[in-house]
């Protein structure tokens, strides 16, 4: 068979080809800066690939389909495979345009489009926040009039967290105006309002094979939550304990979206439940595709898999790891992001017992800004335990540690 991958991640980690298998032929267009500047490493993640195609410009580019298409006008490919967020609707339109066996546009658009994945769930009565479409300031303020403040507005199509405002009050929205002005346009703008729920943030990771669910696990983010970034607080995230109260009703939310929405036969997923002060589970939303953050390192020391191989791997018949029904031990992963500053001192190596992991993700002397995602960090840390209590202390240590070894020279007043 003929394989497509559409690539946008680092290679390094991703071996597309051995994943599949040698009897078959993977053709890769991937995004230049997934690709490394040392030629040693660069040949090595480039290695037993039948066709390259290497572009600048890989997001939101027409491009980049265009460049599918001609291929295939070459190649005749059997499959298209995507694990990036932002390539799902992409890799659907080409499977459509090929006419091969996937993940559909209808499905790709219920998964990305935060407004038809809600009119979906709330078809199923998944318990879901108050929710409209925004698309200009009467939408806003409508809604605003009806649940009051405060109110979530994120981009129906986005990830990462990225462009989600926490309105609470009229200065929050006048400053959301002044941001998108897509609000006062004839199109409108393409936005989500939701009331907020004060709530810890649970995360569930799996991945369906074939109509069969392999893998399920939820984890907690604590008392952090995704938009601590824009305070500059870490993010961080546990397994949840097989013994936990939570797991199996949020296993039975998970399994009752998943089946409100046309989820593949075969696909990763990535959803989050809020649990909220009076204990009941809200469903927010789900992805079909992997997490983010240091979640597939989490499963591979939980459970032994890297999931995205898995997910490869089912594509080519291969035989699949087995994937135990627990994990073999709880792990958790801490992200610390960067504020706004010179890097005067940043550390190597993390003391903190029961650190697995640690890595600097800068230089000293690095210039930072404050954090735009969710997943923006200058240094992050992997933890194991026996419980999820022994991994949460590790990971508040390490956060100790690194906010004291790591120093960042504020900018100067006034300075440009």
């Excluded at 979206?257 to 002060?277: G, I, K, R, S, W």
Aim: glycine share 6%.
């Amino acid at each position: 068979m003929r394989y497509l991958v559409l690539n946008r991640t680092p290679l390094t980690g991703r071996r597309f080809p051995d994943w599949l298998g040698a009897a078959h032929e993977v053709i890769l267009l991937t995004d230049a800066a997934a690709v490394s500047s040392d030629p040693d490493v660069r040949s090595a993640q480039l290695a037993g690939y039948a066709h390259v195609e290497i572009m600048e410009d890989f997001h939101f580019n027409p491009l980049v389909e265009a460049r599918a298409v001609a291929l295939h006008q070459k190649w005749d490919f059997d499959r298209v495979l995507a694990l990036s967020e932002f390539d799902i609707l992409r890799a659907a339109r080409l499977r459509e345009l090929f006419a091969v066996p996937g993940q559909d546009v209808a499905s790709a658009t219920a998964f990305r489009d935060k407004l038809e994945m809600k009119r979906l769930l709330e078809r199923a009565q998944v318990p879901l926040a108050p929710y409209a479409s925004v698309a200009n300031l009467a939408d806003l303020l409508g809604f605003i009039d009806q649940e009051g403040y405060p109110v979530v507005v994120k981009p129906r199509w986005g990830g990462g967290s990225i462009d989600v405002h926490v309105l609470h009050d009229q200065q929050d929205t006048e400053e959301l105006l002044a941001t998108h002005r897509s609000l006062g346009t004839d199109d409108g703008a393409q936005l989500l309002a939701e009331k907020y729920i004060e709530h810890e943030l649970i995360h569930i990771d799996g991945i369906v094979v074939a109509g069969e669910t392999l893998l399920m696990w939820p984890s907690t983010h604590g008392d952090t939550t995704c938009l601590d970034f824009k305070e500059g607080g870490a993010l961080q995230s546990s397994l949840l304990d097989p013994a936990d109260p939570l797991l199996v009703p949020v296993r039975d939310l998970t399994r009752q979206a998943l089946a409100a929405l046309p989820t593949p036969d075969t696909c990763m997923f990535h959803a989050e439940v809020f649990l909220d002060a009076n204990g009941r589970l809200v469903f927010n939303e789900i992805a079909s595709r992997m997490g983010g953050g240091m979640i597939e390192h989490v499963l591979r020391q939980s459970f032994g898999v890297t999931l995205p191989e898995v997910y490869v791997r089912a594509h080519s018949s291969d035989e699949l790891p087995q994937i135990p029904a627990t994990p073999v031990r709880i792990a958790g992963w801490s992200l610390f992001p960067p504020r706004a500053g010179t890097v005067t001192e940043i550390p190597t190596e993390c003391p903190v017992p029961g650190t697995t992991q640690y890595r600097r993700h800068v230089e000293p002397g690095t210039v930072l800004s404050r954090a735009q995602t969710s997943v923006d960090k200058i240094g992050s840390v992997l933890a194991v335990g026996d419980t999820r209590t022994e991994v949460e202390t590790a990971l508040g240590e390490a956060l100790v540690w690194f906010q004291s070894s790591t120093v960042i020279q504020p900018e100067a007043q006034g300075s440009e």
